[in-house]
């Protein structure tokens, strides 16, 4: 088959039939680098978490799924024709918006209210999208206003409804089993017959923060069953990186990888209730 993307995380080959074979590597990604080494089994988890929560939003949102692929950690896909914004939803403050936050009150050009913390969680779930950066640039917040300047008032609105449907209905499922999603990332497209179609991955540990309910509390970083445990140790005195030098991050040490395939592992099986089988 042609290669015809390389991501960060997930190679995209084209089809005899004209679909898309999409296979999610080893790689984890934190601060625009791909680190070293692989984490075990991660593309496979994220590949098996998706197509679980596909299901689950079928009726929120159609996707992209045309079939699975020959092993755990690839599936076949419908085309897209993307659309070039990051659609994220925020219920809690973490991250880069608690970021934002603290320099002026807003996410996105979204005002909240005084007084918030680090894992606070929001009065109502918000849209806070973003550029989407080439590969190895940073994506930037932007307002809804930019998105409409952008993509057009009705696809905007569309992006925003869709966007926050997903969060709901997956913050909900997952508060059933003991994890709050925090925020989460979508990618969105249109299909051959221009309807917007869920694509990529949808709510796994890459995409989205996860907390554990019984573990949360404001005021300071939260537990995490996702990347956040590898970006926290590469900003930790251990790793001894400064993020700001231009120099690449360190190699991740071997109990780092074992802790981090741990936590996707527990996401994964928490939320589906299923065993991983590799």
């Not at 020959?70 to 659309?83: A, E, H, N, Q």
């Amino acid at each position: 088959m042609k290669r015809v993307h390389s991501g960060k995380v997930r190679d995209l080959y084209e089809t005899d039939e004209g679909l898309l074979l999409m296979v999610a590597s080893d790689r984890i990604s934190a601060f625009d680098h791909i680190m070293e080494p692989d984490i075990p089994d991660k593309g496979a988890i994220l590949t098996q978490m998706s197509l679980w929560w596909f299901d689950q939003l079928k009726d929120v949102v159609p996707n992209h799924v045309a079939g699975r692929g020959d092993d755990s950690r690839s599936v076949l896909c419908r085309p897209l024709r993307m659309v070039q914004v990051e659609c994220v939803a925020r219920g809690y403050l973490a991250g880069g918006g608690l970021s934002e936050y603290r320099a002026g009150g807003t996410v996105s050009g979204v005002a909240l209210p005084a007084g918030l913390e680090d894992g606070s969680r929001l009065p109502e779930p918000i849209f806070t999208p973003s550029t989407k950066a080439p590969q190895g640039e940073h994506d930037e917040p932007i307002s809804y206003e930019q998105v409409v300047a952008q993509v057009g008032a009705e696809t905007a609105a569309e992006l925003r409804r869709i966007t926050l449907a997903v969060y709901t209905r997956g913050a909900e499922i997952a508060r059933e089993r003991g994890i709050i999603v925090a925020d989460t990332k979508i990618e969105l497209g249109w299909d051959a017959d221009g309807v917007l179609t869920l694509g990529d991955e949808v709510l796994t540990p890459d995409s989205s923060r996860f907390w554990p309910v019984d573990e949360w509390k404001p005021g300071r970083s939260q537990p995490s069953f996702d990347k956040q445990f590898v970006r926290d140790w590469l900003v930790s005195p251990e790793s001894g990186w400064d993020k700001d030098s231009g120099n690449p991050p360190p190699r991740l040490p071997d109990h780092i990888v074992e802790l981090t395939r741990q936590r996707y592992l527990e996401a994964y099986e928490r939320i589906t209730g299923a065993s991983f089988s590799g």
